[in-house]
């Protein structure tokens, strides 16, 4: 106990000097008043987060980014499960590629990805042009609004997930199908009564992982988003850099650490249930 | 929740993995409702296998499965109406033991109030009704073989089929569990296949048994007739134990077992030949004439086994075990005396080699 204490020390200090002490560094920044120019007043006062707290602006871009988070989240699970689960039961020399190409997707940066989607979702990207040849006069808008921005998410997220599910699918196992199948369960039942069920420990992980990605995504809904889908990572960019308010950029950092906590609960919440 | 049984017929039943040889090769079985057949063989003689395409869990290469005579062969196994234990029980970990029997009944439809009944009525059956709010983890290897055995006969299925469900028990426990799952059955009168590979488990269990070598029956009858007339060399010496020796038969019918001659009941084919002898029918003292068989040997060991003396005599260049029951006051042989070594000509199981 005392070595294996011992042995998280360097991790600890780490942490401490390089996550802790910018974050308490930023929270007191959330604590001191805008100048216009970019200046700092001196603090402390809650003169920022006053202003922050009563401008139904941010309200709403707390509930539109967790919004936009939950239904990405959603998404990634439902195009990532079945992909994980035919990995899961593929034979050993198929699963290990299958792997391989899954994840492959992570060597790319996230950068890259989103212009190829640009490429591919834009006006005149193959996407649309198919929607044209199967005699779509005015195929839907793709880039440039969510329905871009979330396609691009979800397929991001989707190495992230299926790793997540891949790693939470140990307590599946043939047998138990076959049993509820002789049982009188047909496959769908059985998804949902036995594979469902004891894969819940991934699923949780994996939307835990999605939803928090999410949230701070910053590159696809910039580039993707046109302007018009902002987020909380995407609005703190545009207080620090572009509007130089440090105070409230430092503020709704704050804030979207507390909705990462208040994820973090909820997943833990709903893992002890579906372990108990 | 008594069943009035179905009749469960395989047509010519085959499976091949792969190219190598047939794991099941055109097995045919008639069972009779409410029948308990065994099916018993060494590991990899392919009774899993037989089972699951019963179960419709492995599809067959070819042959029929047959449920009171409707063709079931390429049904799923939801729709089959089959109640299976398997080996390793397959409890819904994430269920306690009372939705784990429930899931069944769930399947099938039935209302709240009467699962809650019918579960509590299963339970009571395998006496866990204690334990229903557990967690299959939280149970004994015994508990849990019985909570997988009232999952399987809740659902009253016109087939049970119990893939080697004592394997993982203590010896004392099996025991018991063999007798409460033959009452069991013949209570709900249950048409049931039950696969082992402990021929005691086979012989004090079942109806009928079904020996199986290689993925084909060898042969298939009452533990009575498998032990006392075992259809070749492989039945005699996989259900229970037997002496070897290594003979030779004339053709008039008399067998040359080293300088010695011998008889046996039944027929015997020229050449040579492996007389078979069970160890607990041999003995020291049988009565002269026509039913016996008797040879002048030396005792080279003798073993003791509390309830039991086993005697090596050598007879005739090979060894006989002799085993007779230890009693007080009897004299017993000592290594290196002469004995005449006896038995039935009845008893004389004789195979060509
Ligand atoms: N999925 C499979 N793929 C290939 N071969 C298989 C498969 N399942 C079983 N076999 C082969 O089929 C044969 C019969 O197997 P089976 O499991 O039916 O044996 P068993 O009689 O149940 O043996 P045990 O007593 O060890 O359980 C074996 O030789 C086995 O190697
Ligand atoms: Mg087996």
Known sequence: ????????????????????APVLNLASLSFNEARPGGGIGPGPTLATWADLLADPYYLELVTSSVGVAAMVTVGTLLAGYPLALFIHRASARWRNLLMVACISPLLVSAVVRTYGWMVILGDNGIVAAALRWLGMAKPPRMVFNLTGVAIALVEILM???????????????????????????????????????????????????????????????????????????????????????????????????????????????ILRIVEA | MASSGTRLTLEALSKRYGDGPPAVAAVSLDVAPGEFIGLLGPSGCGKTTTLRMIGGLTPSTSGRVMVGGRDVTTLPPHKRDMGIVFQSYALFPHMDVAANVA??????????????????????LVQLGALAHR??????????QRVALARALVIEPAILLLDEPLSNLDAKLREEMRAEIHDIQKRLGITTIFVTHDQAEALAMCDRIAVMEKGRVAQLGTPHDIYEHPASEFVADFVGRSNRIAAEAGADGVIRLGEHRVRSAAPVPAGPVTVMIRPHRVGFDGAEGDGW?????????????????????????????????????TALPAVGDGVRVSWRVSDTLVFPR
């Open chain 2, 103 to 124: 899931f069944g009944l769930e399947m099938r439809g039935l209302k709240r109030a009467d699962i809650a009944g019918k579960v509590a009525q299963a339970l009571d």
């Open chain 2, 293 to 329: 068989n008797i040879c002048p040997g030396v005792v080279r060991r003798v073993t003791y086994v509390g309830d039991m003396l086993a005697c090596e005599v050598e007879v005739g260049g090979g060894i006989v075990v002799v085993e007779r029951p230890t009693q007080p006051g």
């Open chain 1, 159 to 269: 190495p992230t997930m299926i790793l997540c599910l891949l790693a939470g699918f140990g307590r599946l196992n043939v047998a138990l199908e076959e049993a509820a199948a002789s049982l009188g369960a047909p496959p769908w039942r059985v998804l949902l009564r036995v594979v469902l069920p004891l894969s819940m420990p991934g699923v949780l992980l994996g939307c835990l992982l999605a939803f928090v990605l999410t949230v701070s995504s910053f590159i696809t809904p910039k580039l993707l988003g046109g302007g018009r889908v902002i987020l909380l990572a995407t609005e703190i960019y545009d207080q620090a850099i572009v509007t130089l308010n440090w105070p409230v950029a430092a503020a709704l950092s704050v804030l979207s650490l507390a909705v990462f906590g208040a994820a973090l609960l909820l997943y833990g919440r």
């Open chain 1, 1 to 20: 106990m005392r070595l294996s204490a011992l042995l998280l020390g360097p991790v600890l200090l780490v942490n401490l000097l390089t996550f802790l």
């Open chain 2, 135 to 144: 967690r299959p983890r939280e149970l004994s290897g015994g508990q849990q």
